[in-house]
């Protein structure tokens, strides 16, 4: 996995462990736009969350809180968005899985806008017309 971003941290520059447990990290780099943002990744390489183990997906869950935590302290966001992308089609363009957890405010542009906001508009809509 030498070419793998959150094996190797070093690859993304600014990158830092913030916070971690026994299986698995969060990680933030610089953000202009999505400030507070990270991932949380397990430290050992699964190529998406359907690879997790069960220990790992608990672990997940528990930083998870901790980064909540964290993150109301530091920036007082309104909400969150948290997900998982897998693989390409659905976004995923490092294949480590990692879960996006993007702290939200009332005032940007976008508030009110969830991860489906975009893959629900008509311009998305498959042409199923030759299936």
Not at 44 to 61: N, Q
Not at 86 to 98: D, E, S, Y
Request: net charge negative; proline share 5%; aromatic share 10%.
């Amino acid at each position: 996995m030498k070419e793998c971003p959150f094996c190797n941290l070093e690859l993304i520059e600014q990158q830092e462990v913030v916070l971690r447990n026994e299986l698995c990290m969060f990680l933030q780099a610089p953000q202009e736009v999505l400030v507070g943002s990270g991932l949380i990744i397990p430290i050992k390489h699964r190529e998406t969350v359907f690879d997790l183990t069960e220990e790992e997906w608990s672990a997940a869950y528990g930083l998870l809180q901790d980064v909540k935590t964290m993150l109301d302290g530091i920036h007082c966001p309104d909400c969150y968005n948290i997900g998982w992308n897998v693989n390409a089609v659905g976004g995923q363009h490092i294949l480590h899985a990692h879960l996006h957890i993007i702290p939200r405010f009332k005032d940007e542009p976008y508030a009110g806008k969830g991860i489906r906001y975009w893959l629900k508009r008509i311009e998305n809509k498959r042409n199923t017309e030759f299936i």
